[in-house]
Nanobody, 119 residues
């Protein structure tokens, strides 16, 4: 497993931007698929975006396509989520997660960071 620590959450007005960061421990960071998930009050946690170990392939939920960008810097053991054109419905706790490429299950999770978008 890998230890994950998110940062960068906060309060922003609708239409604004935030960049989340997730710092990972360990020397095998580049071997993990990294993902971002979110959970709004009263709702189940949902997938937001993921990026492969090399960073060449990315995947997004339809609700964030064209507004959010996931990226990673393997030299810094960090994955990012750039969020633009934020909407009130993006308000949630955002979690960083890691899994092995061949696995379906996400085995490591961060503690989460709150993002609140005011309308």
């Amino acid at each position: 497993q890998v230890q994950l620590v998110e940062s960068g959450g906060g309060l922003v007005q609708a239409g604004g931007s935030l960049r989340l960061s997730c710092a990972a421990s360990g020397r095998t960071f580049s071997s993990y698929v990294m993902g971002w998930f979110r959970q709004a009050p009263g709702k189940e946690r949902e997938f937001v975006a993921s990026v492969t170990g090399s960073g060449r392939s990315t995947y997004y939920a339809d609700s964030v396509k064209g507004r959010f960008t996931i990226s990673r810097d393997n030299a810094k053991n960090t994955v990012y989520l750039q969020m633009n054109s934020l909407k009130s419905e993006d308000t949630a706790v955002y979690y960083c997660a890691a899994r092995a490429y061949a696995d379906r299950d996400w085995h490591s999770w961060g503690q989460g960071t709150q993002v609140t978008v005011s309308s």
